[in-house]
């Protein structure tokens, strides 16, 4: 049934079944692999994740860190001169901040400034105006660097319209104010029934103003004096629409809106709409953080000396630090400061501020920043130290508007266009009050497979090679099974035909000669015309009977040391007649040399192979002009003996000269092929060549081919 249906299968449609089955093993065994491979980046998308909030976590910390230990300084480090110890001493000294340079907490600080309540900037680099600074320990190289480091900041201030540029202008009344607040607080106050003058500075001034509507006018028209340098800081964190959109304008340095980098949600758990309405919307605190009261000793001029103390002498007549403490006094006051806020600046720099509330007078004190070393210190350097900075891109925006991105893909750390910032969103929040507008973005750039990701890889990569290598042999074998069952049938045609014909001239010659039909000179012919043909089946048996053993694996020869010479006349005897009888002369050339030799070879088996060789010389030279078949031997360098039959026919088709030795090959075909054979005679020959320890080698020759067989020769 297999021989069957293997002769009526083509390697068409062999292919066509086996593309079939392997297809019908591979598309599951590929879905199985990808979903295993998705279900593994999904876990690894959802642990990076977890990393990635970690990191939020960490900068987030560690921002609010340091900011609270900004805001728990008190209200009179930002002056000059502090207080030291009990008031009642009138010991003094520098103010931490006054340090140069500075020393900061935090990354990126330029430095401290403090806005009075009527526009006054001052900053505690610089010792108060009319105190000589080398009385302080500062030289007039430092106190140059210390004023152009004052200026600097005020400049940027100034540019963003945060102070006012001291230019003559209009003057401000700081008395007139200063009379109309203290009007309305003691009013406030004895309506309430305190004795206290203190003030609670939850208020604003004109909440305070407004309990005499006499003070009104006058004081919201002081009040307003004042609006153009503290109001500022209030327009910084309640910018309106149509601000936002100038300040989007003018902001030339960003790269791109959030909204514009088309992030890929796909990973997301939560529908895109929602994760972006999550991060747009303003964050809440997590707890309302409250302004804080404290008790504050700043020293203020004494006496008549106050005003020189403030207004400035000569460097030659600056009184001594004992003289200085003498002719000032220590005023103990109660402020209260609210928490810090935190905002960006048109100029690029953050701006970290509080106000604090003063006897009804309100300050703004905070710190300059500079932008991206403060990105850099607090937020790039613990990015680059987690395992995120190799597969993700991390983006800083503020109020939608990215302004820094880093990665850790490559030497250049910093992306520069909108299109390098496109990748699968990874995390996405916000950190903390103040900082409530700061938005971290972490994006993938290269999502890493996982633990098992390099297994699942190394079973695809398997599971790929075995199924192809497995389908490529099942098609090889299975191609091979064709053409031997092909080759098998056409075995028996030619057989059967290789008997029938030779039986049926003897025993039509063989009736002739019972019947006597034949005269006398013509039964001499009549005999040897049977002869040969019994020859020729005598041939054909021994070889199918030589294939027979060689299919069963049970072709033996036994070899024993021969001389060469020996072998050759046994050859001559047994192929000089079928030469001769088919028309073709013998020429043996073989060398005394060669003839000499010694080899391991078996008689029968050896003889085998030249009366093959000769017979397939024969067929397929029957047509030749020249009808001489070379039978030669030669010693070769290397000490094997090279034996040689070589006919002057057509040759062989240089493309089948290595078919020719397969198994019921024929180089014709069988509806037009010209000359008889089975097939198995080569075949046999290369086999019973290789059993001996030799091998078999056909060459072209001008004209006809030349078949070679070499073996080994031992030491005579």
Same mark, same amino acid.
């Given at each position: 049934?297999?021989?069957?249906?293997?002769?009526? $299968?083509?390697?068409?449609?062999?292919?066509?079944?086996?593309?079939?089955?392997?297809?019908?093993?591979?598309?599951?065994?590929?879905? $199985?692999?990808?979903?295993?491979?998705?279900?593994?980046?999904?876990?690894?998308?959802?642990?990076?994740?977890?990393?990635? %909030?970690?990191?939020?976590?960490?900068?987030?910390?560690?921002?609010?860190?340091?900011?609270?230990?900004?805001?728990?300084?008190?209200?009179?480090?930002?002056?000059?001169?502090?207080?030291?110890?009990?008031?009642?001493?009138?010991?003094?000294?520098?103010?931490?901040?006054? !340090?140069?340079?500075?020393?900061?907490?935090?990354?990126?600080?330029?430095?401290?400034?403090?806005?009075?309540?009527?526009?006054?900037?001052?900053?505690?680099?610089?010792?108060?105006?009319?105190?000589?600074?080398?009385?302080?320990?500062?030289?007039?190289?430092?106190?140059?660097?210390?004023?152009?480091?004052?200026?600097?900041?005020?400049?940027?201030?100034?540019?963003?319209?945060?102070?006012?540029?001291?230019?003559?202008?209009?003057?401000?009344?700081?008395? !007139?104010?200063?009379?109309?607040?203290?009007?309305?607080?003691?009013?406030? +106050?004895?309506? !309430?029934?305190?004795?206290?003058?203190?003030?609670?500075?939850?208020?604003?001034?004109?909440?305070?103003?407004?309990?005499?509507?006499?003070?009104?006018?006058?004081?919201?028209?002081?009040?307003?004096?004042?609006?153009?340098?503290?109001?500022?800081?209030?327009?910084?964190?309640? !910018?309106?629409?149509?601000?936002?959109?100038?300040?989007?304008?003018?902001?030339?340095?960003?790269?791109?809106?959030?909204?514009?980098?088309?992030?890929?949600?796909?990973?997301?758990?939560?529908?895109?709409?929602?994760?972006?309405?999550?991060?747009?919307?303003?964050?809440?605190?997590?707890?309302?953080?409250?302004?804080?009261?404290?008790?504050?000793?700043?020293?203020?001029?004494?006496?008549?000396?106050?005003?020189?103390?403030?207004?400035?002498?000569?460097?030659?007549?600056?009184?001594?630090?004992?003289?200085?403490?003498?002719?000032?006094?220590?005023?103990?006051?109660?402020?209260?400061?609210?928490?810090?806020?935190?905002?960006?600046?048109?100029?690029?720099?953050?701006?970290?501020?509080?106000?604090?509330?003063?006897?009804?007078?309100?300050?703004?004190?905070?710190?300059?920043?500079?932008?991206?070393?403060?990105?850099?210190?607090?937020?790039?350097?613990?990015?680059?130290?987690?395992?995120?900075?190799?597969?993700?891109?991390?983006?800083?925006?503020?109020?939608?508007?990215?302004?820094?991105?880093?990665?850790?893909?490559?030497?250049?750390?910093?992306?520069?266009?909108?299109?390098?910032?496109?990748?699968?969103?990874?995390?996405?929040?916000?950190?903390?009050?103040?900082?409530?507008?700061?938005?971290?973005?972490?994006?993938?750039?290269?999502?890493?497979?996982?633990?098992?990701?390099?297994?699942?890889?190394?079973?695809?990569?398997?599971?790929?090679?075995?199924?192809?290598?497995?389908?490529?042999?099942?098609?090889?074998?299975?191609? %091979?099974?064709?053409?031997?069952?092909?080759?098998?049938?056409?075995?028996?045609?030619?057989?059967?035909?290789? @008997?029938?014909?030779? $039986?049926?001239?003897?025993?039509?010659?063989?009736?002739?000669?019972?019947?006597?039909?034949?005269?006398?000179?013509?039964?001499?012919?009549? *005999?040897?015309?049977?002869?040969?043909?019994?020859?020729?089946?005598?041939?054909?048996?021994?070889?199918?009977?030589?294939?027979?053993?060689?299919?069963?694996?049970?072709?033996?020869?036994?070899?024993?040391?021969?001389?060469?010479?020996?072998?050759?006349?046994?050859?001559?005897?047994?192929?000089?007649?079928?030469?001769?009888?088919?028309?073709?002369?013998?020429?043996?050339?073989?060398?005394?040399?060669?003839?000499?030799?010694?080899?391991?070879?078996?008689?029968?088996?050896?003889?085998?192979?030249?009366?093959?060789?000769?017979?397939?010389?024969?067929?397929?030279?029957?047509?030749?002009?020249?009808?001489?078949? +070379?039978?030669?031997?030669?010693? @070769?360098?290397?000490?094997?003996?090279?034996?040689?039959?070589?006919?002057?026919?057509?040759?062989?088709?240089?493309?089948?000269?290595?078919?020719?030795?397969?198994?019921? *090959?024929?180089?014709?075909?069988?509806?037009?092929?010209?000359?008889?054979?089975?097939?198995?005679? $080569?075949?046999?020959?290369?086999?019973?060549?290789?059993?001996?320890?030799?091998?078999?080698?056909?060459?072209?020759?001008?004209?006809?081919?030349?078949?070679?067989?070499?073996?080994?020769?031992? +030491?005579?």
């Amino acid at each position: 049934m297999l021989h069957t249906s293997l002769t009526g $299968l083509d390697r068409k449609r062999l292919r066509l079944w086996l593309s079939v089955f392997f297809l019908a093993l591979a598309i599951p065994t590929g879905i $199985l692999v990808y979903q295993a491979y998705s279900q593994l980046k999904w876990e690894t998308f959802h642990q990076y994740r977890v990393l990635a %909030g970690e990191l939020a976590e960490r900068i987030d910390s560690r921002i609010i860190q340091l900011i609270n230990a900004e805001g728990a300084r008190p209200f009179a480090d930002y002056a000059f001169l502090n207080v030291a110890g009990d008031p009642a001493a009138n010991f003094l000294q520098r103010s931490p901040l006054s !340090a140069y340079p500075p020393e900061p907490r935090i990354p990126g600080l330029v430095g401290y400034f403090q806005v009075g309540t009527h526009g006054a900037f001052t900053t505690p680099l610089v010792p108060p105006a009319g105190t000589v600074a080398s009385s302080y320990g500062i030289p007039a190289v430092e106190l140059e660097q210390r004023l152009a480091l004052q200026q600097r900041i005020e400049q940027i201030l100034s540019s963003n319209r945060l102070v006012q540029d001291r230019e003559p202008g209009r003057v401000i009344d700081s008395e !007139a104010v200063a009379d109309a607040l203290d009007a309305n607080e003691a009013r406030r +106050d004895q309506q !309430a029934g305190l004795a206290s003058s203190s003030v609670s500075g939850d208020k604003d001034v004109m909440e305070r103003l407004s309990l005499d509507d006499s003070a009104v006018p006058a004081a919201a028209e002081i009040t307003e004096q004042r609006v153009p340098s503290q109001a500022a800081f209030d327009r910084l964190n309640k !910018a309106a629409a149509p601000r936002e959109q100038e300040k989007k304008q003018k902001t030339a340095s960003t790269l791109g809106r959030v909204e514009d980098l088309k992030l890929d949600y796909r990973y997301q758990s939560e529908p895109v709409a929602e994760v972006q309405r999550q991060v747009t919307s303003s964050s809440a605190p997590v707890a309302a953080k409250r302004a804080r009261k404290e008790r504050s000793a700043l020293p203020e001029p004494a006496g008549e000396s106050g005003p020189a103390f403030l207004e400035g002498a000569r460097e030659a007549d600056a009184p001594a630090p004992s003289r200085l403490q003498s002719e000032i006094r220590i005023r103990t006051f109660e402020s209260e400061i609210d928490p810090f806020e935190f905002s960006l600046l048109d100029s690029g720099h953050f701006v970290l501020f509080r106000k604090v509330w003063r006897d009804g007078q309100r300050y703004i004190q905070g710190a300059l920043i500079e932008q991206q070393p403060f990105v850099q210190g607090l937020i790039e350097t613990q990015f680059l130290d987690t395992a995120l900075s190799a597969m993700s891109d991390l983006l800083v925006a503020w109020r939608g508007d990215v302004f820094s991105a880093f990665s850790g893909r490559a030497a250049r750390q910093y992306l520069s266009s909108a299109e390098e910032l496109r990748g699968t969103l990874l995390y996405q929040t916000r950190l903390s009050a103040p900082l409530g507008d700061l938005e971290l973005i972490l994006s993938i750039t290269r999502l890493p497979a996982g633990a098992g990701g390099g297994v699942i890889t190394w079973l695809a990569a398997i599971l790929l090679l075995v199924l192809c290598g497995g389908f490529y042999l099942m098609y090889r074998l299975g191609a %091979g099974q064709i053409d031997l069952a092909r080759q098998q049938q056409d075995f028996v045609s030619a057989v059967s035909h290789e @008997l029938k014909t030779p $039986l049926t001239s003897i025993r039509m010659y063989g009736e002739m000669l019972r019947e006597g039909w034949a005269s006398d000179e013509k039964k001499s012919i009549y *005999y040897d015309y049977i002869f040969d043909e019994s020859e020729r089946l005598s041939r054909l048996i021994a070889n199918v009977l030589q294939l027979a053993r060689m299919t069963r694996n049970h072709l033996r020869v036994d070899t024993k040391p021969l001389a060469v010479a020996e072998l050759m006349d046994g050859v001559r005897s047994r192929v000089s007649s079928q030469i001769e009888r088919a028309g073709f002369e013998l020429k043996i050339c073989c060398e005394p040399e060669a003839g000499q030799a010694i080899i391991q070879a078996d008689p029968d088996g050896f003889t085998q192979i030249f009366i093959n060789l000769v017979d397939n010389a024969i067929k397929f030279s029957a047509g030749a002009e020249q009808k001489v078949i +070379d039978i030669g031997c030669q010693r @070769l360098h290397d000490g094997s003996v090279q034996f040689s039959v070589r006919d002057y026919g057509p040759g062989i088709p240089g493309d089948q000269m290595k078919k020719i030795f397969r198994l019921f *090959y024929r180089s014709e075909n069988e509806l037009t092929r010209e000359t008889v054979g089975t097939g198995i005679g $080569l075949a046999l020959v290369h086999q019973l060549a290789r059993a001996m320890g030799g091998q078999v080698d056909v060459v072209n020759r001008e004209p006809g081919a030349e078949f070679r067989v070499n073996i080994v020769a031992r +030491d005579s």
